[in-house]
């Protein structure tokens, strides 16, 4: 395991690569065993340095709108045909029990289990992921070729073995949390759902990616403070916002991870205000790319930024991944496994979000401590401390604009907008009036010890 990663290097994709595939495969739910079992090896890979800490929230406990459900867990589950062959069994492939199905042990005619079968006519290869949280119910999911087979009699005539150990009781809701401090106690949250078994993009490159993130931005100075979220999808993002109220008010930017692996188009969905700084932090890291890119608005409707911008929070809260959930054939199918992602599609995806990181942490707004008049440029030597290979007029530019709106009042998203400059050449040249005592940031050292006051 590489020790450490500081951009989207071949070796980061690699490593990247190889975490997706061990966390790939196992059963696991909403609640449950294979929650638990999926956090104890993302706490193994963020390694012993990083502070984790594992919630659980009892079941029937009210969170917001919703209540946390029953407790689901599995032992096996099978089905063998008339001639006692198995037909398939989750051994094989966990996407074949249906999510959350209620303990069975029955005999039925290939009739009367038709009901309870589940599979993808228009891919007929391919075994869809279902689930039934909410209404009790049980239920297989194969590849229709696989149905075709029942149906011309290749197991034989007669009953067929319905085995399903599982139980649905109360326990309780498990997610993880890691908090990194920072300089300041203004938050960075970053969140990826945890609940899908069996499936290579959505979800295993999401839990991944935020791992590394962590490994990563663990050994660095952080302006921000940083926290992690390995929640359930939906039911955990909603938990964890009820129970979070004090946190929420501190977040000042957040990203939801998912489907990070595929060969799409790295894409960004805004938060619900639009013009949030993760907003234009991401625009601008994909620009920056200088490749083909997609930035679409929010809509109600996707992964957990549904409810970190729902109404009552309108956190500014993003969402990075590359095909978007729905849009591509293999979402939520069997196909949806180590073939669809690649280490160099993941490598990608996360030197994106490292620099959309970067850019969040370089964004200030400074004041110019020299505003009567133009100070001297020329004997300050800026241009020679900006170095040589930036294009001298934008630098100088560069250096004008800052100046003229470091009042207190503009951010550096704010000047490279109005300047229609990189944000690079912005940063650079704050960097350096900063650097030679022309810019000042008052709000900066004390900004962690005001939210502290509240
Ligand atoms: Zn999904």
Not at 4 to 19: C, F, I, R, S, V
Not at 340 to 350: E, I
């Amino acid at each position: 395991m590489p020790e450490t990663m500081n951009n989207g290097t071949p070796d980061a994709g690699k490593w990247l690569y190889e975490l997706t595939a061990e966390l790939t495969p196992p059963m696991r739910s909403i609640t449950g065993d294979g929650v638990r079992r999926t956090l104890a090896a993302v706490r193994d890979a963020l390694g012993p340095d990083i502070p984790f800490a594992l919630d659980e929230v009892a079941t029937g406990t009210p969170v917001l709108d919703w209540t946390v459900p029953k407790e689901w867990n599995v032992r096996a589950a099978w089905l063998a045909g008339p001639d006692g062959r198995r037909v398939l069994d989750i051994a094989d492939n966990p996407l074949h029990l249906l999510g959350y199905s209620m303990p069975t042990h029955t005999r039925l005619s290939l009739r009367g289990l038709r009901p309870h079968l589940h599979t993808m006519p228009d891919r007929p290869d391919w075994v869809p992921y279902r689930t039934s949280y909410y209404t009790e119910t049980w239920g297989f999911c194969l590849s229709d070729r696989q149905l075709g087979e029942l149906a011309a009699g290749k197991f034989g005539d007669g009953e067929y073995e319905v085995y399903i150990d599982t139980s649905l009781t109360d326990g309780s809701l498990t997610y993880a949390e890691i908090v990194l401090p920072g300089v300041s106690s203004r938050e960075f949250l970053v969140s990826t759902h945890i609940c899908h078994p069996g499936m290579a993009n959505d979800n295993a490159s999401g839990m991944a990616t935020a791992i590394l993130l962590a490994r990563t931005l663990a050994q660095r100075r952080r302006r921000f403070t940083y926290r992690f979220l390995f929640i359930p999808g939906t039911i955990g993002s909603i938990t964890w916002l009820a129970r979070h109220g004090d946190t929420v008010g501190r977040v000042r930017h957040g990203l939801v991870l998912t489907g990070l692996g595929d060969r799409g188009q790295p894409t960004y969905k805004r938060s619900r205000r639009g013009d949030a700084d993760i907003d234009r932090a991401a625009v601008t890291a994909l620009i920056e790319t200088g490749r083909p890119h997609h930035v679409v608005d929010f809509s109600p409707y996707g992964y957990d930024e549904r409810q970190f911008c729902s109404p009552g929070y309108d956190l500014p809260v993003g969402r990075f991944g590359r095909s978007q959930h729905g849009e591509y054939p293999e979402y939520h199918t069997s196909a949806d496994n180590l073939d669809f992602v690649t280490a160099g599609n993941l490598g990608d995806s996360f030197g994106i979000l490292l620099r959309m990181i970067e850019i969040c942490e370089q964004d200030r707004t400074w004041t110019n401590t020299s505003p009567f008049g133009e100070p001297q440029l020329g004997r300050r030597g800026l241009y020679r401390s900006i170095g040589a290979t930036m294009d001298r007029r934008a630098v100088e530019m560069g250096l004008l604009w800052v100046l003229n709106l470091a009042d207190g009042a503009h951010s550096l998203f704010d000047i490279a907008e109005r300047a229609d400059l990189p944000f690079d050449t912005v940063a650079g040249a704050a960097d350096a009036l900063a650097g030679v005592g022309l810019l000042t940031c008052p709000d900066e050292d004390d900004e962690g010890s005001r939210d502290n006051l509240r």
